[in-house]
Structure formats: structure tokens, C-alpha cells
């Protein structure tokens, strides 16, 4: 009562003539689309999922918004606007307008004192052990999400903040070039993975391939908007804020200062702006053979593109590659069918499979990311006689599916569940780039059962380029950590 008392004190301010009528429609169909996906997907609402909401193109859009949503949206949303309009709402004096809003706000205030008086304990006990209340609450959920989002600024600045401005590398006296090739993962889940304990094979193009598996990464945010620019950014999980990373450099940036020729070949919905500022190259939608469709293209699209690239490399340089991965709802079209695991969910509306089509869904999307890792490293070891190379895959964040009746990912950092936070990461180093960062494979391996996240990532770049700086941090290092292990220190 003490909400819609509210609620219907602040409608009655606006709620004259036409203007009121618009606003209320527009407040009707928006609450039915967020209360849609808050019911069945668990999705909650912050200023992050605004973000993505923007960012998202037509093919994104188009996989969310499948015929329940639409039914739902039309008599939950359109159906009561259209009754709203066909009723009117007749303004009303001023003097009886303000009465309304006194008599509605007295009694909310009065509603209010009540509960605090007799139910203070109860209610503090329940907002502070469930937070996500706030963001299940419509309409203030996605008030405050969109108020938060334009609040954080939505513009790239004109001038950005330079990051490590001191870096240097020391001469390259090598006579190969060294390469990175980062493969950057798309909803994938350290769950589903094999190579970390998860019963059913789902790395077995990886099995060997002599990389080394990370069994315990977290990734910085639960959503590709927040985690991607995370990943290059020097802020760290904890300082990081999108709009404070769009207004300074990246590691990318700093390569590039330094010498390193970097590309980006995304096969994904764009960067999120970490690429704005390199060469890129996106995928082609359409006109591959047989592995497009709907205006998206597997991820296999991308060897190709890469080994490309690496037939023109003649400096140090860092490839980034940005898969479509996993994401969904869509997964049975993110691999070629029919995949290893059956029966499947064949389906957008993916709250409404059988729990085992879904996994199985899903774990075909690993099965297939797994392999076009594998491909990537065998590009690479093509390559080993005329460069130095290493292979990073690393993916943005998670997955839930279906847990908790949870779906997808974007819940806030705080509330996400381990399923969305823990990601997987694979490195492969080639003999040479092994004996030219003084870290046998086996010495990498004897690190990878510990604890990193997303922060690792800008200092291990610089670190693998011999790249020093005031910014850089060794003991977020990954190759610094395993040269510093006593037994490696004896090997190397």
C-alpha cells in the first residue's frame, strides 16, 4: 500500500490531458516487458542491462524477443495502455489535483511510519539479506537502472586519460617476431568445462593440445557491456566503472604506443569500444559457405581470418579474437548441427526446455568452442618456425541456465551466481615463446590451480611483451608468477 500510494501520487502529478496518457502507456508496456523477463529468465534490472539493451543489434534483439514475450508484452502492456486511451483521463483543477496528491502522499507517510514502528527489525533484516529486491521492484527497478545509466554518462569522451605513459619494451634483439593470439570467449562457464572436472567431454579437441587450463578464474563482471572493457582496462574489478574506462586508454593502446602491431577480427557484436581506437576487422555476416545464417556466422569464421593475419606478421604482435561463443538464448546456432549431445533445445524460449536438452544445448556450444581453440593452435603451431607465439582464450563471463530458475547472465555482480562469474581460461605457448620467456609449459601448469580473474589480464599482456611500466603489477603477471615458482626458477 505504501508503493501504490506513492506510485499513484506521482502518476496523479503528471497524469493531465494527453501527456499523461503517453507517459502512463509508455510506463504500462515497459513494466509488462521488464516484469516478462524478470518472471521467466530471473533477470533483474540494473543500469548495466540498460547498457546492454543499447548496445544489443537487431540480430540480438530479434533472438529475445520470441512470441510469448510479444504475447505477454500485448496483454500485459499494450491491451491496458489501449483502455487507457480509449477511457481518457480528464485534468483536473489545480487546487483538486494538489488535494489528491496530499491526501495520497499523507497516506503513504502515515502507511510508512506504521511498518517501521512495528516491523523496522523484520524489514531491515529482509532488504539487507536480500538486495535484490530492488532490482525485482517495478517500475522504480528500471527507473533507477535507466537514471543510473545516463547518470554514468553514455558519450565517449573527447579526451581520454593516457594509461602507463611511461611504458617502454627493451630493444627486440630476437630474430622472430613474438606473437599473442587472445581469444576472447562468449558465455562461457567454467561449470561445463572438462578440462576442469565437468563429467562429460566437453574440451575433447583440447585434450591434446598441450595448452594449460585455468581452473579457478573470476570474471569481472556478469555481462559482456561490464566484463569486456574490464578485461583490458588497468581499473581492476573492484575500481572499474564503464564510463571511468571510456574516458582512459586500454592495453591495447599501450602496445601500440610501445610497437606492437595489434588487431582486432570480431565475429561478435562489436567491442564495446576496447577496439576503437586499433585496426579491425569484422567477420562477414553472409556468403561463407555454409556457416551462416540469420546474419551470423560460427565462429570458425575466424581461422581462417587469423591465419590470414599471421601470414603477414612481421613485428611483435597482438591478435585479439572475439568469438560469438555460447551466447544466448540462441545456442543449438552457435555450432553445426547436430552436435554430440542429444536431444536438444531447438528453441529461443529456452525456460520452457526440458533441463537436460538445455545443458545439452549448451554443452554442444562448448564442444564447438573448444574446437575452434583447438584450430587457432594448430594455426599457430603452423606458424612456430617463423615466430615465437602463445595462444590465450579467456571468456567474459558466464552462463545460468536454468539454476535457481535463473537464465542468461547480467545479474549485479553482487547477486550473480557463481555460474555467471567463473569463466574458463586456456593458455599454449610454443616451444620457442617457452625458452623466450624463460616458462616451460610445465611451469605454467604448476600455477594454474590458483585463484585469478579478469585483473590478470593487462598486466600478463604487458608482461608477455616485456613491456615495463609504473602501471604494470608482476604479481598479477601470469608468466611473472611462473618464472617466480622455485622450481621453475631452477629449470629456466
Not at 231 to 241: E, T, V
Request: aromatic residues 8%; hydrophobic residues 40%; glycine residues 8%.
Amino acid at each position: 500500500m505504501v508503493l501504490i500510494s506513492s506510485f499513484a501520487a506521482l502518476l496523479r502529478l503528471v497524469a493531465g490531458g494527453t501527456t499523461g496518457v503517453v507517459l502512463l502507456s509508455l510506463v504500462l508496456i515497459v513494466s509488462a516487458g521488464v516484469s516478462h523477463y524478470l518472471d521467466n529468465w530471473g533477470v533483474l534490472f540494473d543500469k548495466n542491462l540498460v547498457r546492454n539493451i543499447i548496445d544489443s543489434d537487431v540480430r540480438e534483439a530479434r533472438e529475445l524477443l520470441a512470441w510469448p514475450a510479444l504475447l505477454d508484452l500485448t496483454l500485459r502492456g499494450v491491451l491496458p495502455a489501449g483502455v487507457l486511451w480509449f477511457l481518457g483521463i480528464r485534468s483536473s483543477r489545480p487546487a483538486q489535483t494538489a488535494l489528491q496528491m496530499t491526501a495520497l502522499l499523507a497516506t503513504a507517510a502515515i502507511l510508512t511510519g506504521i511498518l517501521l514502528v512495528t516491523s523496522y527489525g523484520t524489514l531491515a533484516t529482509t532488504f539487507r539479506n536480500h538486495r535484490e529486491l530492488r532490482f525485482q521492484l517495478v517500475p522504480t527497478n528500471y527507473f533507477n537502472a535507466i537514471y543510473g545509466h545516463l547518470k554514468g554518462g553514455t558519450e565517449m569522451p573527447s579526451m581520454l586519460a593516457r594509461v602507463a605513459p611511461d611504458a617502454r619494451r627493451p630493444s627486440n634483439a630476437a630474430d622472430k617476431p613474438l606473437v599473442l593470439i587472445l581469444i576472447v570467449g562468449e558465455t562461457a562457464r567454467a561449470a561445463n568445462f572438462s578440462l576442469g572436472g565437468y563429467p562429460r567431454d566437453t574440451n575433447g579437441a583440447l585434450a591434446g593440445a598441450g595448452g594449460v587450463y585455468f581452473s579457478k578464474v573470476s570474471s569481472c563482471g556478469s555481462d559482456t557491456a561490464t566484463s569486456l572493457p574490464c578485461m583490458f582496462s588497468d581499473l581492476g574489478a573492484d575500481a572499474f566503472d564503464v564510463s571511468k574506462a571510456q574516458a582512459r586508454e586500454n592495453v591495447l593502446d599501450v602496445l601500440q604506443r610501445t610497437g606492437v602491431e595489434v588487431e582486432w577480427l570480431d565475429n561478435n557484436s562489436g567491442c564495446k569500444g576496447v577496439c576503437s581506437r586499433v585496426p579491425t576487422q569484422q567477420m562477414p555476416t553472409s556468403d561463407v559457405g555454409d556457416i551462416c545464417h540469420d546474419g551470423a556466422c560460427l565462429d570458425e569464421v575466424l581461422v581462417p581470418a587469423l591465419e590470414k593475419r599471421l601470414s603477414i606478421v612481421k613485428g611483435d604482435a597482438a591478435i585479439v579474437l572475439h568469438q560469438m561463443g555460447s551466447h544466448g538464448p540462441s545456442y543449438y546456432r552457435r555450432y553445426p548441427a547436430p552436435g554430440p549431445f542429444q536431444p536438444t533445445c531447438e528453441t529461443n524460449r529456452i525456460q520452457n526446455c526440458d533441463v537436460g536438452a538445455l545443458v545439452n544445448t549448451y554443452d554442444n556450444s562448448i564442444d564447438y568452442t573448444s574446437k575452434t581453440i583447438a584450430r587457432a593452435i594448430e594455426v599457430a603451431k603452423s606458424q612456430a618456425s617463423r615466430m615465437d607465439v602463445a595462444v590465450v582464450y579467456l571468456s567474459d563471463h558466464g552462463e545460468s541456465l536454468g539454476e535457481r530458475n535463473i537464465y542468461l547472465h547480467g545479474l549485479p555482480r553482487l547477486l550473480a551466481p557463481s555460474e555467471q562469474i567463473r569463466v574458463p581460461m586456456l593458455v599454449w605457448q610454443s616451444q620457442g615463446t617457452q625458452r623466450r620467456l624463460n616458462l616451460p609449459q610445465g611451469c605454467l601448469a604448476s600455477i594454474s590451480g590458483r585463484s585469478y580473474s579478469h585483473d590478470n589480464l593487462f598486466h600478463s599482456i604487458l608482461g608477455f611483451f616485456g613491456v615495463t611500466a609504473a602501471a604494470y603489477r608482476p604479481e598479477l603477471d601470469i608468466w611473472a608468477i611462473g618464472r617466480s615458482e622455485s622450481a621453475c626458477e631452477e629449470n629456466t
